[in-house]
């Protein structure tokens, strides 16, 4: 039997974000990839953290995904928590860069003012301005040396959103909104993903797997945050030493 897959992809990214990973994996594989909310060119929308719970296992249950293996990435890695906590449509998950939220409540109000930079900067100065400014950040240095064109892929996806969107996602989803995973909660083994020069999140994971009743750390090698552009090749073996 063929395994299934569902597929969360990050801020600003999209379903094809997964593209290379697809391909990597057996040519039979179901795969099902969401649209998170406010991304896209016909972007839902969502009234906060668990409407878009609700909205995508609704989509799941339509269609008719059970025994899945949850792959998410970065914000898509951060609503794995949520659905992991929710629903019983999955088997095991593998999450990449995926914070698994503040418990402290003062740290979720200074996140959310941090999103409000960005939130503003999307309303006001549009999707260029905030392009330019979010790929200048250091979490994305790692990148630098991957060719041109892997490079122009990812800036396509991005800008095929709307700011006013992208916005919303950050107002309805964003960390400061996101409830702290309760590890007693996720039920299946979970592979924690995590590219070695990102040292924020591999120290997130390094302190968060053991809380789990099953988790694995894989660090991958020559690879930051976005360990699903960076190391697709990585990131498909481990998926593929996960399957049962």
């Known amino acids: 039997m063929s395994a ?3 597929m969360l992809h990050g801020f600003t990214g999209g379903p094809a974000s997964f593209d290379d990973l697809v391909r990597l994996l057996p040519a039979d594989a179901r795969v099902v990839r969401p649209t998170i909310c406010g991304h896209g060119p016909s972007p839902a929308r969502a009234d906060g953290w668990d409407d ?3 909205r ?5 249950e339509a269609e008719d995904v059970t025994d899945a293996h949850l792959v998410g990435y970065s914000m898509g890695g951060r609503v794995g928590w949520g659905l992991l906590q929710r629903s019983d449509r999955f088997t095991r998950a593998t999450l990449i860069g995926a914070h698994p939220g503040l418990e402290d409540a003062a740290k979720r109000a200074r996140r959310r003012v941090d999103d409000t930079r960005w939130i503003r900067l999307l309303e ?4 260029a301005a905030f392009i330019e400014r979010w790929e200048a950040l250091p979490l994305w240095r790692s990148q630098l040396t991957l060719e041109p064109a892997r490079l122009l892929r990812q800036r396509a996806v991005r800008e095929a959103h709307d700011p006013g969107a992208l916005a919303s996602t950050l107002r309805a989803i964003g960390l400061g909104e996101m409830p702290p995973t309760d590890p007693a909660r996720v039920r299946v083994p979970v592979s924690l993903v995590v590219g070695v020069n990102d040292t924020r999140h591999r120290a997130i994971a390094e302190r ?10 894989h660090l991958v090698a020559r690879a930051g945050h976005n360990v699903l552009l960076e190391r697709a090749d990585a990131l498909a073996e481990t998926i593929l030493e996960a399957r049962p």
Do not use: K, Q, W
């Open 208 to 217: 968060f797997a053991p809380r789990l009743a099953d988790a694995r750390l």
């Open 52 to 54: 878009e719970m609700d």
């Open 4 to 6: 299934t897959y569902v």
């Open 124 to 127: 006001e100065e549009g999707l």
């Open 56 to 60: 995508l296992l609704g989509l799941l």
